[in-house]
Structure formats: structure tokens, C-alpha cells
């Protein structure tokens, strides 16, 4: 189970602090990824980060945005910094985990961030 939180509304320059906690039965996670979906666009990649450290950036946040994560506590953060309004969307954390039942891909329920011009 994946549970995101920290969306909001946000004046355009202005930042917010995504995160999403996985829980259950996790052994181990490989890929944390934060994707977003703005209305009547495809969900797109926003950053992903591999078990050990990789960091990877769509061109379009790429030194606005910081992905990061902790291991011990299963999470995954997205700093969003000079935030824009082509920024609002849905956010949605994704991670590729091996649990009690397997490898599998596991998606968060979404957070909405709205950026105001």
C-alpha cells in the first residue's frame, strides 16, 4: 500500500514536499517514481530514483524538482521548488517492490498540487 500526502495550492515561485510512504509486507523496493497527471494530459514520468541513488528528471522540472527517498522508512520525497502552473497536476508515487507476493508495480492514490499563476 502506497500513501501520498503533501498537494496543495501554491502561488507560482512557491514550493511543496511530496511524500509517499509504502507499507506491508515490502522486502525490498527497487525503482521509486513520482509521476503526474495534469487534466486532459497522459500521466507522465516526473523523476525516478533507483535502491541506489540514481536520480532521473523529465527536462521540464530538471533542476527545480528533487527526488530522494528513505530506505529504512520506505519513502520516497519530491521537493518542488519555483513551482510553475503547468505544474498542476495530480501526483503519483509508483515503486517496483518485492513483497510477500512477489515482484510488483504499486501506484499511490494521487495528490493534487495546483500552482496559481
Known amino acids: 500500500q502506497l500513501q501520498a500526502s503533501g498537494g496543495g495550492l501554491v502561488q507560482a515561485g512557491g514550493s511543496l514536499r511530496l511524500s509517499c510512504v509504502a507499507s506491508g509486507s515490502i522486502f525490498s523496493i527497487n525503482y521509486m517514481n513520482w509521476y503526474r497527471q495534469a487534466p486532459g494530459k497522459q500521466r507522465e514520468l516526473v523523476a525516478e530514483?533507483?535502491?541506489?541513488?540514481?536520480?532521473n528528471y523529465a527536462g521540464s522540472v530538471k533542476g527545480r524538482f528533487t527526488i530522494s527517498r528513505d530506505n529504512a522508512r520506505n519513502t520516497v520525497y519530491l521537493q518542488m521548488n519555483s513551482l510553475k502552473p503547468e505544474d498542476t497536476a495530480v501526483y503519483y508515487c509508483?515503486?517496483?517492490?518485492?513483497?510477500?507476493?512477489?515482484?510488483?508495480?504499486?501506484w499511490g492514490q494521487g495528490t493534487l498540487v495546483t500552482v496559481s499563476s
Open positions: 530514483i533507483t535502491n541506489g541513488g540514481t536520480t
Open positions: 509508483r515503486v517496483l517492490a518485492v513483497t510477500g507476493t512477489g515482484m510488483g508495480i504499486y
